[in-house]
């Protein structure tokens, strides 16, 4: 089939009946050719019968109008009007459909009654699409680009309603989040105050099955009890999800997210359940407690409500359309103001392709319950984001790592998502999409840098849903993206992009779609980053939602290796300084100890590629011998690294955190290890002392030492490791250094 076939034009005439126009005789083609119209005489044809009747319809659409112009009917009736006008659209269709040929007949003449066999039959193939209701197309739109020409924004401003979605979308209830929270007007004075951090509080909650949290809203007006309240309701349509989504969920939840123990007509876990009523408040959530074990059902819940959110934000604009069309006239467009800016209204930030391919999926699953559904793009998308997963990359390594590093994991990536009620649209511009997706890189090509030509943030202008997930792989990629890209937010479109004005929400006029924002924060740490994320850029007027991390052991329960641990508490007054006084610690009270012959093979690991540029040019200056990995280093050098300090030509060898998350050595060797600093990740703890484990060379155990530094501002890193209760008594004790002893003996 051809591709113009699926374009943007073929999904409008699916929408209606193909006209198909009486074929014409040899000698009918011959009068057209020398007369320029048929002989009425010889032809004996009416030529009125070619055309549909369209007098009825056009009385029912003139009572429309009467009907809709009568200022004092009820609520009832206009919902009547809509239904009527939904019933008549199908044959005003057909009827402008006639009018268009009438007029391409009298203007063209011969040229459009002469239409070719060929003609016919691309409007038979056009049906089968219809009945088919499956694309595949390997569209050529480059879905990174920023092209305004929207041919798809006026399809979706001429689609058809159905009648369970006009009675769906019209009796929108007024107790409906997506409505409380949108079309909500904040007065100046409350804005003001949501700067003012007394303006503000905090409350203990508790979240069933997700966990305790603190949740954060203007003492003015609080949703504290909508949290409470929304705890025993499991089912998705009362919870104001759109049923065609609600239908897809099990199925999705089963196939993507392997999920088995759904209870009897369940859709969702009691913990997806949990989570999804606190999404569907539209507060700010940060949740620290992702795994591989948890993922894909994070991952089911975010797309289920981003997909909520941009099916009722397209109905909501459609009706009011609709609405509009009724009353015939210049009326008050106020309560008819539904959009931003721009089009992009969800902005979805993943750290790898497969990230995006695996969200994708979920969508189509959750979208696709219907046979008559589309997606476009599938087959290029599934080739340019899935395969390149070799199959030794998981082999011997622990699961965390095979699960984050299963798939494609290219980190320079973006796509765009048009999203319609059975329809799909993947790489479309960002101007006529609904919904991103896109790696922090990715982004942060386009945003570019001050000066340069082609940077472009506008289609960031009117985001409403902001999701990070899998947020602290960011950390191990580039934070300063993340902080790019939260400057670029919400900023004054320089170019209009086709916006009507007249429809676009008050608040976004004035400047405060940052209070009506929401942003889902999902990580499996809790970090000095991801909490000035929360605190600082989540200005949620609805309130925001921090789940704590739960009480641990600490993964220092996980070592099997004999092994003395003293950790050395540094004497930082403030965050600013701790990093030099952690350098001035390491130079004068560790590194004296470790230079000596009897503590040769010292592994040092460094969490920040900073403090290791400061240590390694350190080293190079005292021509201490050292050898050195990196995330930076080739396969080359690390091999000869790796080999000269297993074999001990070199003292001490430098190892750097971001390496070993993206490669998960295992290093051999190891007789003394230094940490610089607490690994952010807490199970490279366990790791990294359990590597003294060697049993191709056998080392006197006696002599195995593990050091640690750590402050009061690694409270977090600390717990995670040494146990909640341990961490709490070391950071608030007097005592400067502690000691544990694992292994068989402790």
Known sequence: MAPGKHGTRGNLKRKSKSIKHPQLSKREKKEIKEFGELDPLSSGVNPKTRYTKVTDHIENEKVLESESSDSSEEEVDAYQQLVASVNGNQHNNIIESDEESEDNEKTNGTQDMTASEGEEDEMEDEEEVV???????????????????????????????????????????????????????????????????????????????????????????????????????????????????AEGVENANRKLCKVQNLKRGASLTPFQASLFRVLNKYQDVYYPERSHLNGEEIRLVYCLHALNHVLKTRSRVITHNTKMKLKQQNADTEEYRDQGLTRPKVLIVLPFRDSALKVVNIMMQLLMSSDQSMVSNKKRFQTEYGDEDPPNRGVNKPEDFAAIFAGNIDDHFRVGLGVAKKTLKLYTKFYASDIILTSPLGLRTIIGVEGEKERDYDFLSSIELLIFDQADIFLMQNWEHITTLMAHLHLQPREAHGTDFSRVRMWTLNGWSKYYRQTLIFSSLATPELNALHNRHCCNYAGKVAVNRKDTRGTICHIVTQLPQVFHKLPASSYAELADVRFDFFLKKILPNHKDPVMSQTLVFISSYFDYVRIRNYFVREDLEFAQINEYSSDKTISRSRGEFYHGRVHFLLYTERIHFYRRFKLRGIHHIVFYELPRYPQFYSEICNMLQDNRKQTDKENLTCTVMYSSFDAQRLADIVGTDRAARMISSSKKVHMFVTGENS
Do not use: Q
Not at 178 to 203: P, Q
């Open 131 to 245: 009945t088919s209701g499956k694309a595949d197309d390997e569209g050529s739109e480059e879905g990174d680009g920023i092209d305004e020409e929207d041919e798809s924004d006026e399809e979706e401003e001429e689609e058809i309603l159905e009648k369970e979605d006009v009675k769906e979308d019209y009796f929108i209830k007024e107790c409906d989040p997506f409505v409380v929270h949108f079309e909500t007007e904040l007065s100046e004075d409350f804005v003001e105050g949501l700067g003012k951090k007394e303006k503000w509080k905090r409350e203990e909650i508790k979240v069933k099955n997700v966990g305790h949290g603190v949740l954060t809203c203007p003492k003015e007006k609080c949703h504290l009890e909508n949290v409470r309240d929304v705890e025993e309701e499991d089912d998705l349509k009362n919870l104001y999800v759109k049923h065609k989504l």
